[in-house]
């Protein structure tokens, strides 16, 4: 049968691919202005990025038992915890504000650096998130 502690890992991959190759898109598309091909493959990463964070949350959330961890091991699962939720509220809001950018039709103005920061610090929080997962499952073999 399938055990569904498993999708957490197998879903965690996504947010962090999605969130860092669409913000370097996008970083790609500001020093190249004449491609617009980059600005919408970051921002569509950047939606598919939101979402996949979303799933990586709840299943980590839902899947997960974080109850039986002690010393250590808790703290670093605590801080885990604490940047992925931060990450998915910044890509939210930086979807969010990107959305309106588009639909206003206002991608020249001085707004689509509000929505380029919050992304670029989503990018370091998804990033710092997998460093600490990797850290529970190679430095203390959580899910071994």
């Not at 947010?15 to 569509?44: H, M, N, Q, R």
């Not at 997960?64 to 670093?76: C, I, K, N, P, R």
């Not at 605590?78 to 809001?93: D, Q």
């Not at 998804?126 to 959580?142: A, D, H, P, Q, R």
């Amino acid at each position: 049968m399938f055990d569904t502690s498993h999708l957490h890992p197998m879903i965690v991959h996504f947010p962090v691919a999605l969130i860092i190759i669409g913000f370097l898109a996008d970083l790609g598309g500001l020093f190249f202005k004449k491609e617009p091909c980059l600005t919408k493959t970051g921002f569509y990463l950047m939606i598919l990025g939101t979402l996949a964070a979303l799933a990586a949350v709840l299943t980590g959330e839902f899947f997960t038992s974080a109850d039986s961890l002690q010393g250590e091991v808790a703290s670093v699962e605590g801080s885990h915890e604490l940047f992925a939720k931060v990450t998915l509220a910044l890509m939210i809001l930086a979807s969010l504000f990107r959305i309106y950018i588009v639909w206003k039709k206002k991608e020249g103005s001085s707004l689509k650096w509000v929505a380029f920061i919050l992304y670029f610090f989503a990018m370091v929080t998804v990033s710092i998130t997998g460093f600490l997962g990797g850290t529970m499952v190679y430095n203390y073999m959580i899910g071994i």
